[in-house]
Structure formats: C-alpha cells, structure tokens
C-alpha cells in the first residue's frame, strides 16, 4: 500500500566567517588546543559578528537549502526552526526567515529542544506531511551558542560554535516498502526531565529577566550520551527491519568526537559510515546535523538512494533518532 513520506529534496548551511582555534581560545582560558582535540575532536569554531543573529544565518542556510533543492520559496507551507538561541523571546525565529524568504503564507514556529532540536524539528514537520497539514516544508537547525556561552568558563566556553544548516522536505507518494522507498522512514523522539539541571541555562525570561548562560555537567552529560543515542537507535532499527549493515551513512549530533566513536562502535556502525565534523564547527547544537549532512552531500558522499541514520542528545535530557533514504 502506498505511503505519504517526507522526502528530502535538498540541504544547505551557513557558517560565520570568523574562526575561533583552540589556539585562540587559550589566550582567554587556561585551556589548550591538546586538551580541547583529545577530549572533543573540536579544532576550530565559527563564531557570529557583532550584529550578526541566529536568523541570519538561518536565511543563508535555508536560500542555499532551495536553491539545492530546485524550489521557490512560495511553495514552502511550512518552517520549522529548531532553536535555543533565538532572536528575540518572540516572535519566533522562524517568522523572520519566513519574512527573509519573502513567505506571507503557510506556518512558520519555532522548535525548543537544545541539541536534539533538528531530529524533533524533522519529527514534527515529518508528522505535519504525512497527516496532510503541509506540502512543503523547511527544517532548520541554527544557533548563537557564542550569546550564551559563560567566556571565563573554560568546561564549555571551548565546545561550542554559531552554524546554521536546513532541509527542504517533500510530501510524496511511496511505494510502503523500508527497503527501497524514499523519505523519512522512522522517528523516535524522548524526554527526561530529571535530568533538567545538568545541562541548562542559568536565566530566562520569566525567572530572572535575563538572557544567561549555558551550565553543563560535562561528565553528567558524557556519562548518558552513548546510552540513550543508541537506544533510539535501536528502536529505531526494530521498527523497520532495517540494520546497521543497510546503513550508508550515521550522521550523528557532533558533541564530541568520543561520544560518536563509542556510539558507532556499540551499535555496530563502520567508522568509514561516519559523518565526523565536529573539529571543524565545535558543538553547533541544533545546526549541528543539517551541517554535517550538508558537509556530506557536498564531499559527494550522501547521495540518492543512501540510508541515512540521524541522532542526537541534549539538554532536558532531550534524545531521538531520525531514518531516511535520501
Ligand atoms: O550536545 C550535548 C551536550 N554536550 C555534550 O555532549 C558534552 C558531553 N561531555 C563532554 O563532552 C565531556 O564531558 C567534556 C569534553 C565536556 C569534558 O571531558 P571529560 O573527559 O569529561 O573531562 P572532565 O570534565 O572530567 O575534566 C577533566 C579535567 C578537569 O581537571 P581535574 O579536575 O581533573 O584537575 C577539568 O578541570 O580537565 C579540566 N578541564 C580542562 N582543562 C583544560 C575542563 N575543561 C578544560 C579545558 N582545558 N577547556
């Protein structure tokens, strides 16, 4: 039987132009460019200008996600912006891209769920194709981690980078088998706010009237990672029969270079199967998937046919896994 399924029509990403080196960094914490790669796999982050927002670079992310894709802008009816650095309080991020794109129809909103923003966000607009609700969709995951970063903390200020990426996702008919169709094949999403105060920020809106910043338990955090990404994993290979054999490409949350190799090597993933770009933009939160997929597509390595796994783990704790033939 014939299914609706969310089919990826193209990608794009932006990154800042100025590049923080770990080099750098240690001229402002007691921290070094050995510790930083041996701990994380990071070398260098980009970093947004003064006046430069999350926005921004979700508008040049999601131009060059058309333009991949071949579409106009005017046949999107839907954007969804994953996000925890957004413009404003409100309105959402996502209604000034749309305003950027020249967009006046459809719905646009923004998506909170930290580093697991992109796999809810293509979740979301996954289950808004399929019942109907869209045609067309832009995810986007894009962030300004550098606005909430504490400078003089040395634990995080040296793991995160600015970096936006988007998908341009298509609601088409599919022939209903996992083994060759195109599109999203399965999602599988979670939340354990139990764990709400090991990776967080410090301020908001309703509780102290500032912005703040962000605060981790780095170890905390390490310590679940590899766990809860490979249970939705799992989960989400016992859904569809599929394996990590059938597997052409893992492109997970790029945290940290430890958490990804240990994750592929449990679940049996090849290192060669691995999208790995962490040293390039740091932790990139909710931009960091649709980047590396961009990355990918443009080395030439995604390409038509692939299967694609997507995961990632963040604050909340937030986790979910994301399967795809390109
Ligand atoms: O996107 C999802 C959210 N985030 C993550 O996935 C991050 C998860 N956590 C991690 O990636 C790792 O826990 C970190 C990279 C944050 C830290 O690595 P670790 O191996 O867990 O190190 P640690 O926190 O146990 O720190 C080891 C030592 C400590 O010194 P002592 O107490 O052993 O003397 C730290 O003070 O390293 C010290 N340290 C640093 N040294 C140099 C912490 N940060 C730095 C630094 N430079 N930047």
Not at 121 to 135: E, I, P, V
Not at 251 to 280: F, M, W, Y
Request: glycine content about 10%; overall charge negative; hydrophobic content about 40%.
């Amino acid at each position: 039987m014939s299914l609706t399924r969310s089919v990826v029509l193209g990608c794009g990403s932006y990154l800042p132009e100025k590049v923080v080196t770990n080099d750098d960094l240690s001229k402002i914490v007691e921290t070094s460019n050995e510790w930083i790669v041996q701990r994380t796999g990071i070398r260098e982050r980009h970093i947004a200008e003064e006046g430069e927002f999350t926005s921004h670079l979700a508008l040049k992310a999601a131009e060059a996600a058309l333009a991949d894709a071949g579409v106009e802008a005017e046949t999107i009816d839907l954007i969804i912006m994953a996000t925890s650095t957004p413009d404003n309080t409100f309105p959402a991020t996502a209604v000034a891209v749309q305003n950027g794109l020249g967009i006046t129809t459809g719905v646009a909103f923004d998506l909170q769920a930290v580093c697991s923003g992109f796999i809810f966000a293509m979740t979301t607009a996954d289950a808004y194709l399929r019942a109907g609700l869209a045609k067309r969709a832009l995810v986007i995951g894009a962030e300004t981690f550098s606005r909430i970063l504490d400078w003089t903390d040395r634990a995080t200020c040296v793991l995160f980078g600015d970096g936006a990426g988007a998908v341009v996702l298509d609601a088409q008919e599919e022939p209903g088998d996992v083994k060759t169709d195109r599109g999203i094949l399965s999602c599988h999403l979670r939340s354990d706010g139990s764990h709400k105060q090991k990776l967080y920020v410090d301020g908001g809106p309703s509780s102290t009237q500032t912005t703040g910043h962000l605060r981790m338990e780095g170890k905390e955090v390490f310590k679940h990672a590899v766990g809860m990404v490979t249970d939705v994993i799992h989960d989400a290979f016992e859904a569809t029969g599929l394996t990590p054999e059938d597997l052409t490409w893992f492109v997970p949350h790029q945290a940290n270079r430890r958490i990804i190799d240990a994750s592929a090597k449990k679940l049996g993933i090849a290192p060669e199967k691995c999208v790995v770009t962490v040293e390039r933009h740091g932790n990139t939160s909710a931009a960091s998937i649709p980047l590396a997929l961009d990355a990918a597509r443009k080395a030439g390595q995604i390409k038509q046919g692939d299967l694609v796994m997507l995961e990632a783990m963040g604050g909340g704790f937030t986790w979910g896994s994301v399967l795809l033939r390109w």
